[in-house]
């Protein structure tokens, strides 16, 4: 069968994709950046004359830290719980059939296709003063008057875990999906019991998928406006909200684009050393996998000799 | 009293019944082969002695010790899985010990004990590769050497030859062979081919709708098929329909637009309607009529077709109503043509009788 695509082909065929990207998402950045480094002046706005102000500004800035710290800490936590949440859901859906796999992936892309409005008047039914929570505490005389229970970094990472779970589920069950019952099935006949073989086998072989949702979830986090400016209220901010309060309601494009810029290079650093520690482990137990297995066959060649 | 003794196995997957009054025994070191074709319940009952299907009725007993609710990874039974199921996150080294791991032995036994294994398959320099840098006969030593290196009571090979080209096919039969009678482990193998079975097996059980039909040396089935099933699964076979009358002591088989036969008696045929069967093998053709033989049948019919075919001839012979399929590995005596008239015959042992069924059942 002849049907190779030349080199020209491919060019050709990805030519739409890259003129979108290129006009769409790279020229923006490359301008995004070219501003973090301009002037700013009150008057005229973006004044073309570069220099590193808006940089040590922000870095010296503790109130601008503390958000960006923050930020980078509940996207971790939200990364985790979703982990720890998503885990067992994608175990269900991948077992479940039918109806029932329906039925839950509704529930875990209802947040997705929910209006940010709907969605905080539902959080403040269910967590405000006045709310369902307290008012099932009080009842229940677990405390003696309504708690705030919205505003702060538990809510933000409540909120956050609802809504980008679903990506770390469909992640995790894509991978559950490709693995073969018959390697379970292969390990509990060599002695594993139902738990040890999902450690040894099922775990490991699931890692991939795990991989791809924490970084899902942790970039989608990281840059999350809605969610955490609705739960996190007037104290507990998020740095995607300075941006936007720089550049929209300050007019400050030349700060909002080096914070920008700076919480870019936050995500991909962190992004870039968890991978690298991920290569770093493969890379040791290849290693002394390796030793294993080669320390026995020159054996054999030593006594063959 | 024998090694493996499986009693009345029934089960069903909602309505459908899928093993019925399953029941068979093997003796220490002998290797029953499950024959049947997909959906005859070889692999469930494969599933149910390793404990992965919890059957409904019946029991399992491995040396006297009822396996009945002892989950998968107590029973001590290997398992060569049809696609060999070797862990692709590990090498083969590791893949191999996995099961010596679970049972807590030693590094320094483990390591010994893997590498005897690898040599057992020849395959010792490939204990750091993984699975996936493995050609599928590799693949499928490597499947062998884990499940043993366990020491299991039990060997399960499920369709051991069926993810193999058809060369690698012949030379892992042999192979495969060697190991199982070297190591002489109790197996139960189960496979759909028939050629696979009669090669390994000690003895096959040919299954069919669930229950087993026949169990038997390689040979009796072959020559004795218990019913028009096993007949027609193992080997090819001419059937005719005759009715059974006893004449003259012997008992007599008519097959209308044939002829009438002498048959040897069969104990599972009852009443006198029967079907016939003759292997194509077994009919010797000649252009003269040979002089009436004692212990001999003959019929008469026309060539149809020849096809020379390497190794034997097969030769399409028109008797009335009947076609039969005719294999000689020599040249018939005479010089036979299309339109030719010849006279088949076979010895009366080899005309076999098994139980009326629907022909084409």
Known sequence: MHNRISARGWLLLLLPSLAVLGLLYVGPVINLVRISFAHHDPQVGVVANYHLTNYLELIRDDFYLEVLWRTIRLSVLTTLFSALLGYPIAVYITRATGWRQTLMFIILLMPLVTSVTVMSYGWLILLGRNGILNTIFLWLSLIDRPQQLMYNETAIVVGLVHVLVVFMVISIAASLQSIDQSWVRAARSLGASSSIAFRTITLPLSLPGLRTGALLVFVLSMSAYATPTLLGGTRYKFLSYLVYQQAISLYNWPRGAAMAVLLLIATTALMALASAYGQFRTIRSRARLGSIAAEPSTRIVRSAA | MSYLRVSDLEHAYGTHRVLEDVSFSIDEGERLC????????????????????????????VKGERLEGMPPEKRNIGIMFQNYALFPHMSVFENVAFGLRMRGVEKEEIRKRVMEALQLVRLPHAAAKRPVQLSGGEQQRIAFARAVVIRPNLLLLDEPFSNLDARLRLEMRTELLDLLRNLSIATVMVTHDQ??????????????????????????????????????????????????????????????????????HNPAVKGNAAQLMVRPEHITLSSVAPAAEEGRNSAYGTVEQHMFLGHRSEWIIRSGPHRITVWQSGKPEGDLRPGDDVTLSWPKENTLIVPAERAHA
């Open chain 2, 34 to 61: 499950l024959l049947g074709p997909s959906g005859c319940g070889k692999t469930t009952t494969l599933q149910v002695l390793a404990g992965f299907v919890k059957p409904n009725k019946g029991s399992v007993e």
């Open chain 2, 195 to 264: 050629e696979e079975a009669m090669a390994i097996a000690d003895r096959i059980a040919v299954m069919h709708r669930g229950r087993i039909e026949q169990v038997g040396t390689p040979s009796q089935i072959y020559s004795h098929p218990a019913s028009l099933f096993v007949g027609r699964f193992i080997g090819e076979s001419n059937v005719f329909d005759a009715s059974l009358r006893t004449g003259g002591g012997e008992l007599i088989a008519s097959v209308e637009g044939l002829g009438e036969f002498s048959v040897p």
